[in-house]
């Protein structure tokens, strides 16, 4: 959802791009952080936690919790509030930690 109508906030005329979240085409401004692209399309759960397999998603929208993460155009991890969107963009739920995470036990 994106503003279309405020009494103090000019019209938005940014330049509409097309990314893909989970192989699914959707839509963007451009100047959107990625997070803020997928919440304007009504995509609130990013992913899941890695113990307790509850929803994850947007939580300090600064780059602080790291609750946003996503795999972007191959590479793991990457903070969706803090990247910009852009044209053709391959996003996907990450469900993991990063390798540098897991014990020498864990695979
Ligand atoms: S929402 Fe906290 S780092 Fe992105």
């Known amino acids: ?17 097309k990314f893909f979240f989970n192989d699914e ?15 304007a399309n009504g995509i609130k759960k990013f992913g899941v936690s890695r113990k307790l397999h509850q929803s994850r998603g947007l939580f300090c929208a600064s780059g602080r919790c790291y609750s946003c993460f996503l795999t972007v155009d191959g590479l793991d991890h990457v903070l969706s509030c803090s990247t910009l969107v852009e044209e053709g963009m391959e996003v996907y739920s990450n469900l993991s930690d990063p390798d540098v995470r897991r014990g020498k036990n864990e695979n």
């Open 25 to 39: 085409p959707l839509k963007a401004k451009v100047g959107q952080s990625i997070a803020a692209a997928l919440m």
């Open 1 to 17: 959802m994106h503003i279309t109508h405020h009494p103090v906030l000019k019209k938005d005329e940014r330049k509409e791009i």
